[in-house]
């Protein structure tokens, strides 16, 4: 079983991908469709057998992989409960994901290269997921990147796509470096590959130090901290997470599958996964964890000042994943999965619900020319504003048990720097709450807006067309909060909306806003005993990862203010944008106007791209520059192929010059040289 579900994806991208000319769209998007739903039905029958009926762990050789002096390696599947909880988030939302994107891709001319591409990237996903050994799992990691470099870039005529694809590339390259020392490293200390038998043999290299410039260094925290370089590339944490937000370049499904369930949780998966090994070293877990919450308040600061809607919904992703890094690094990595695992549905949710609204308003994607759609689509409305209660942490759905279980754990850890990670992860807690809901006011809420777009404009002046999001230009990211320019209006409307009427989306797109919806909605009721509940997690888990039942039941301890003040920066952060986007929409002004070193600080997103620009881009550029021009160019060019075809050339020429076409020159040349041989002899 567990076969079919990895190889089925697989199988119908190759299928799409070379033959979709051949069976054409339908067919294409059908086999991919059908083999996802396949899938994800067999991870739901694996995941079910492992929460009611205490199924045990058990692994399935594919084949002897490689074997090279001391290292062998086999291609295995792995399957316990954490593959278990994994293969469910994967599937579900990538079968989810291809359903969507019948509708939202329906005109797209390469729609059989897209659902290829899907299915190639689930299936990295499953064999990352899967891995019985850490090259093994470097190869679903390398794969996973290699597809959403493909994605991100599906519309490769678009200069933008190409360079957020790139750039997604590029950094990812950084981090994977990090990882590949971490296993290099790990293969080192421990002789094998295989992950149970590192995790077995953990204790016996425990408190080991090598020297290092000098210094005795700590063998575990070197090797922990070296993956963790790899985890910080995939699940895009600060420092390595300018990739993130230009992915939004890709079409809206692919910013559901990357960045709600898939390739951002790779990180956090490894992290669980060798959770052991992470155990053994204070510093590594420190480092987790500072890093996790300093991430989760830099990309929730950045999102209150987005005006691209799945940019704000990209940064609220990055500041999730700083929530499940410092979950781990506080000792709950039970809470860090149930989070992951809640945090799919709902943030898959809102990307999705964001494709349907990009879609209802002619592809425009800039809040700032929204307003008072909640009457026009309403189920997208609803929808959204479901996922918005999860995200944001409502009573009884599904962030808010896997939100408050992590914040409760890190202030129950003890430790100085699991303090830290709750007072940030309160305060990131209510900026979440402020921006998710200026996004729901900005849409959903006021007056029409939509006259300032060009996007209406086409669709208002009879540009109909459905070409999809690519198209056109994003909205510009810098900006203000206020109501745009309606000077280009027609004039005979005067409500804001051009005479555009926005439309509800097709069943497709809708059918899977409500699964997501239903799960955003239950699923941390149904699974939160389950997953960080103290005798219940321990039997769910059944060492799959480090479970601290200690630390399960100080969670349950912990004093109330600390049980309250995830719902007290719920309710503050609705209130504050109700007060600025529905009461006194000029407060937004008011604070550009008087705080504007703030305020650009945040636009330009702390000045990280600007930074990497002056220190690593330019210099790079300018160091192939001058390798291309003086290096290879003038050296080596000058010097050996372009300098020896030169001197065929030039010699060439002065041979011709001897070549006239007249038999007498040849005679007398002829005439020269027997006097010259004569002469030569009779010196002799």
Not at 12 to 20: D, K, N
Not at 58 to 64: A, F, G, K, Q, R
Not at 364 to 392: C, N, S, V, W
Not at 494 to 519: C, K, R
């Amino acid at each position: 079983m567990i076969q079919l579900l990895v190889f089925l994806p697989l199988l119908t991208a190759l299928v799409a991908g070379l033959g979709g000319r051949v069976i054409g769209h339908t067919a294409a998007k059908a086999i991919t469709t059908g083999g996802l739903f396949v899938s994800a039905a067999l991870a739901w029958v694996i995941f079910v057998g492992f929460w009611l009926d205490g199924a045990a762990g058990y692994t399935v050789p594919v084949l002897d992989w490689i074997e090279s002096g001391n290292l062998s390696v086999q291609w295995a599947l792995k399957v316990d409960t954490l593959t278990a909880v994994m293969l469910v988030v994967v599937t579900s939302v990538a079968a989810l994901v291809h359903l969507y994107s019948w509708g939202y891709m329906e005109e797209d001319p390469s729609q059989s290269r897209f659902f290829a591409y899907l299915s190639l990237f689930t299936f990295a996903m499953l064999m990352l997921v899967t891995a019985d050994n850490l090259v093994q799992m470097f190869f679903g990691w390398e794969g996973v990147g290699l597809a959403s470099y493909l994605l991100i870039g599906f519309w490769y005529t678009k200069p933008s796509a190409n360079a957020a694809a790139i750039k997604a590339f590029v950094v990812n390259r950084v981090g994977d470096f990090g990882f590949s020392l971490g296993i290099f490293g790990t293969f080192l200390v421990f002789g094998t590959v295989s992950i149970d038998a590192i995790l077995a043999a953990v204790p016996l290299h425990s408190g080991q130090t090598f020297s290092f410039l000098g210094s005795q260094v700590d063998v575990m925290t070197c090797l922990c901290l070296l993956l963790f370089v790899g985890a910080c590339g995939k699940s895009a944490q600060l420092g390595l997470h300018t990739w993130l937000p230009d992915a939004m370049e890709g079409p809206t499904p692919v910013s559901a599958l990357i960045h709600a369930a898939t390739m951002v949780t790779a990180g956090v998966f490894m992290v669980c996964r060798l959770s052991p090994m992470f155990e053994a070293s204070e510093t590594a877990l420190m480092v987790v964890t500072i890093v996790g919450a300093s991430t989760s308040l830099f990309a929730a600061s950045v999102g209150m000042v987005q005006n691209d809607i799945k940019r704000v919904i990209a940064y609220s992703t990055c500041s999730q994943l700083g929530y499940m890094f410092f979950a781990a690094g506080s000792g709950a990595y039970g809470a860090a999965m149930f989070h992951l695992f809640t945090h799919a549905f709902f943030k898959a949710l809102l990307f999705l619900g964001a494709g349907s609204v990009i879609h209802a308003m002619h592809h425009e994607q800039d809040m700032r020319f929204y307003g008072g759609l909640r009457k026009h689509i309403p189920i997208t409305f609803a929808l959204m504003t479901i996922g918005t209660l999860a995200l944001t942490g409502f009573f009884f759905t599904a962030g808010y048990y896997s939100k408050d279980a992590i914040l409760e754990a890190a202030f129950a850890s003890g430790t100085s720097h699991g303090q830290f990670a709750f007072f940030v992860g309160a305060l990131v807690a209510l900026l979440t709450s402020f921006y998710s809901w200026r996004l729901v006011f900005l849409t959903f809420f006021g007056k029409p807006r939509w006259a300032g777009s060009e996007h209406i404009q086409h669709a208002a002046h009879g540009d109909h067309g459905h070409g999809h999001d690519h198209a056109h230009d994003h909205a510009p990211d810098h900006g203000h909060d206020h109501a745009p320019d309606h000077a280009h209006a027609p004039a005979h409307h005067d409500d804001g909306t051009a005479g555009y009427h926005p439309h509800e989306s097709p069943l497709s797109m809708l059918i899977p806003l409500f699964v997501l919806g239903a799960g955003a909605l239950l699923a941390g009721w149904v699974w939160h005993e389950a997953f960080v509940g103290a005798e219940e997690g321990a039997a769910f888990w059944r060492g799959s990862l480090a479970f601290d039942t200690h630390l399960m039941h100080a969670l349950h301890d912990v004093p109330t203010w600390v049980v309250q003040a995830p719902t007290a920066a719920f309710f503050t952060g609705l209130a504050l944008a109700w007060l600025a986007y529905i009461k006194r929409p000029s407060i937004p002004l008011w604070w550009q106007a008087n705080v504007p070193a703030l305020y650009k600080f945040l636009v330009h997103k702390w000045y990280f791209d600007e930074l990497y620009n002056a220190i690593f881009v330019q210099p790079a550029q300018w160091l192939g520059r001058l390798f291309w021009k003086r290096g290879d160019q003038q050296t080596i060019d000058r010097f050996g192929p372009d300098g020896a075809a030169e001197l065929v050339t030039v010699g060439a020429g002065l041979a011709q010059r001897f070549q006239s076409g007249y038999v007498y020159s040849y005679a007398l040349v002829m005439l020269v040289g027997l006097a010259a041989a004569a002469a030569w002899m009779m010196g002799q």
